[in-house]
């Protein structure tokens, strides 16, 4: 996100996109690149080529990031809104929607998403890649979106820049160095604001895995340069002494495998002398720091081995859950910001709806059994949908209440008509 209070002139349009290009975009492509597991490691040369280059990857990145948004929004997000909202939500299958933009926001440091209007005037939302759209905000405290623009390329020879106000998209064509802009379109968006949502990671929009990058890069080396060692002690040198053999000789004892030695002879394997507790010790050490800095626990460790209770586990995890908690506030203010606009949309024809419960559920395993006394026992201090919300059984609250309620009035009539055949 850029902070400026400038006039969005086509010279400042241009030179947001340049800087853009040359300083953050690498580092958002470094980031993608190692979450999707091309790490650094892969590019490794060796001086002499006749050497092992073996190239091992840990894929700690998909590993960190696949493990936040999973456990923030694994279990879908539940809107406890009118039913038009509903039917918003599902038409955009807001699940799987939640679960990208969490995603890209631990890869990146944050996730951008757009609203529109398809074609049938459905409201639609959908995420769009942060390495190809720059948010523009004033300098207010709040941090208000006053503009966006994204671009993409067309062709090889060719860009598309669309800018975004709070009224309208204003749609460019430019050549490949993004030098010139030339306005091919421009229409309204009617959402009465930026149609563009942030999602931030954290305060600093810093990658999940950014801080152990280092971490990965040295284990995997070290990972690699133990695969070459074994790789060189299969294929180690043989020193013969005393041993008066033609090339034929030698190649023919290789074949039959068998050596013919006199008293006087020897063989033996030049090795390199590997201290194998010292590379544990260090590859342990690695793999300890990257789960202790990341705050994703090691689901391998043996504390994690025996039946724990919920209790017991959520102590476990309490780093994690400390750092998921923080997210999940972040995440929130994004979604509400993307309630607002489908609601100006909405209030268009005045059926806005601004009363919009979200609520999280962790995806952690669980003890229905527990959740169920918990629930029963909240009964009447608790609004009947908030406690049907904690049973991960139940997926439609809505459909739920509205069953009970049935099967209420259903009850209350056989007693009726029980009353009255007494009489």
Request: aromatic share 8%; hydrophobic share 35%.
């Amino acid at each position: 996100m850029i902070v400026s209070n400038d006039e969005l002139t086509l010279e400042k349009i241009i030179d947001i996109l340049q800087t853009f290009r040359t300083s953050e975009q690498p580092r958002l492509e470094k980031l993608e690149r190692y979450y999707l597991g091309k790490h650094n490691i892969l590019m490794r040369q060796m001086a002499d080529d006749t050497q092992p280059n073996n190239k091992v990857v840990i894929n700690y990145p998909s590993l960190i990031c696949d493990s936040y948004a999973s456990y923030l929004v694994g279990t879908p997000i539940v809107y406890n809104g009118d039913e038009q909202l509903a039917s918003v939500l599902n038409y955009n299958d807001v699940a799987d929607e939640d679960l990208e933009i969490a995603t890209d926001a631990n890869i990146f440091g944050f996730a951008i998403e757009q609203l529109y209007l398809d074609e049938d005037g459905q409201i639609r939302f959908t995420r769009v890649s942060p390495k190809e759209t720059i948010l523009i905000c004033d300098n207010s405290i709040q941090r208000n979106i006053t503009a966006a623009i994204k671009f993409f390329p067309i062709d090889n020879y060719t860009f598309a820049v669309e800018v975004y106000d709070k009224e309208k998209v204003s749609i460019y064509t430019a050549s490949t160095g993004l030098s010139e802009l030339h306005l091919t379109e421009e229409r309204p968006h009617y959402f009465k604001d930026v149609p563009f949502v942030e999602y931030i990671n954290n305060e600093y929009r810093q990658s999940s895995f950014e801080q152990v990058m280092g971490l990965i890069d040295g284990l995997e080396k070290l990972a690699s340069d133990e695969v070459n060692t074994f790789e060189q002690f299969c294929d180690c040198y043989m020193i013969l002494k005393n041993v008066v053999a033609e090339a034929e000789d030698i190649q023919q004892m290789k074949q039959n495998r068998v050596l013919l030695l006199d008293s006087d002879s020897d063989a033996s394997y030049l090795t390199k002398q590997v201290n194998i507790e010292q590379i544990t010790s260090l590859k342990n050490e690695f793999v300890e720091n990257i789960h202790k800095i990341s705050c994703v626990p090691d689901m391998s460790d043996e504390q994690f081995a025996n039946n724990a209770s919920g209790v017991a586990i959520r102590y476990k995890i309490l780093a994690f859950e400390n750092q998921t908690a923080k997210k999940e506030r972040k995440f929130k203010k994004g979604l509400q910001r993307r309630l607002e606009l489908i609601n100006n949309i909405l209030s268009i024809t005045g059926k806005a709806y601004l009363d919009t419960q979200i609520i999280f559920t962790r995806n952690l395993p669980v003890n229905e059994l527990e959740i169920a006394q918990e629930v029963n026992m909240l009964r009447g201090l608790v609004s009947n949908k908030t406690l049907l919300a904690q049973l991960p059984f139940v997926d439609d609250i809505e459909t739920e209440l509205e069953q009970i309620q049935e099967e209420t009035e259903q009850t209350a009539s056989l007693y009726s008509f029980g009353s009255v055949a007494n009489e």
